[in-house]
């Protein structure tokens, strides 16, 4: 029996055509070690625990893999949630949704302290089908009723040892 190879560009991942077109405009030419094994899978529906070093592509591991989906099977409500320690980490990842996903209409939003809680009650009422969220204000709004978490499909946990050197341990259990 041959061993299966590793994809070596994009479109061997059979991504979505207007996430190929991203990832072509964003000039990424093959993907990441940790993408070619984690996308695989991921779009499989199947669990990913994944490590690597900063800069490696870890992001859009776990990005383009959730647009696809959506792009495959729209829908309303909060069908995403990415959980990361930090709200700089939350716009980066946002930043990352919103590069990936440029050629489509899948909107995300932002889940984080220091602003104010309307404009993302807003997002949530609107059925932003992704969001990024810092595990405090993820819980002030799971506390408060403001979001509804029995539609989430995929549970991203991004730096996931951070979170629980914080003390989140038990809120993420």
């Known amino acids: 029996m041959r061993e299966r190879r590793t994809p070596i560009t994009f479109q061997e991942l059979n991504l979505h055509p207007q996430l190929l077109k991203a990832v072509e405009s964003l000039g990424w030419a093959e993907p990441t070690p940790i993408q070619a094994q984690a996308i695989p899978i991921a779009l499989q529906g199947r669990d990913v625990l994944g ?51 440029k050629f489509t209409n899948i909107k995300a939003g932002a889940v984080i302290g220091g602003v104010g809680y309307g404009a993302q009650r807003q997002s949530f009422s609107q059925g932003t089908p992704i969001q990024v969220a810092t595990p405090g204000r993820f819980l002030d709004h799971l506390r408060q009723h403001s979001m509804k978490v029995e539609g989430v499909e995929t549970l991203v946990l991004d730096e996931a040892d951070r979170m629980l050197d914080m003390g989140f341990i038990h809120d993420i259990r």
Request: positive net charge; glycine residues 10%.
């Open 51 to 101: 490590g690597a070093q900063t800069g490696s592509g870890k992001t859009a591991a776990f990005v383009l893999p959730i647009l696809h989906k959506l792009l495959h099977s729209p829908s309303h409500g909060m069908k995403a949630l990415v959980l990361v320690p930090t709200r700089e980490l939350a716009m980066q990842v946002l930043e990352a949704v919103q590069d990936c996903g």
